[in-house]
């Protein structure tokens, strides 16, 4: 929690952001994300009228598990922040963020944040082989026993046709 009572009472128009969050882990509505290195927010508060902007910058890392061979990976964020809070509720615009109280929930606001920018395809390296649809085994490690993979299953009916064992 940032407490912006000195912006909402206009004493001070910025306020500097320097904190590493207590979060060991991050969860979405299907999975969690182990925090491996702490999330750290850098940024400012910038208050103009009845709004206080928020920009920082978000540093840390993540395991993701990868979408193709399920082996869990070290993910760094490197995440840029912008939203708009205000405390008037007459401001209805969707885009800004409402606060009744002098308390930011900054983890909350990263939190969201991160999620939204975790891709969807989440591989462990770019050209990831995944696993064997067969056997199951890593083809990152090598190539598995299977050899039917190549082959056209029509091709491979044939095969069995003239095939003499
Ligand atoms: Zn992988
Ligand atoms: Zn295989």
Redesign the pocket.
């Known amino acids: 929690m940032i407490n912006i009572s000195e912006l909402n009472e206009k004493k001070v128009s910025k306020k500097q952001i320097d904190v590493t969050l207590d979060v060991v882990e991050l969860q979405d509505s299907y999975e969690k994300y182990t925090v491996l290195k702490p999330l750290k927010v850098i940024g400012e508060l910038n208050s103009v009228g009845d709004i206080i902007s928020l920009e920082g910058k978000v540093t840390g890392v993540l395991e993701l598990t990868c979408s193709r061979c399920l082996k869990n990976f070290n993910y760094d964020i490197q995440l840029d922040i912008n939203e708009k809070l205000t405390n008037n509720p007459e401001n209805k615009d969707d885009e800004i963020i409402f606060i009744n109280n002098d308390k930011l929930n900054l983890t909350e606001i990263v939190e969201n944040n991160i999620i939204m920018s975790l891709p969807i395809q989440r591989l462990c390296q770019e050209d990831c082989k995944g696993l ?1 649809a ?4 890593d083809l990152n490690l090598g190539e ?3 050899q039917h ?1 190549n082959i056209d299953p029509r091709l491979a009916k044939l095969k069995d046709l003239f095939s003499n064992d």
């Open positions: 064997c067969s056997c199951g085994s598995c026993k299977c993979l």
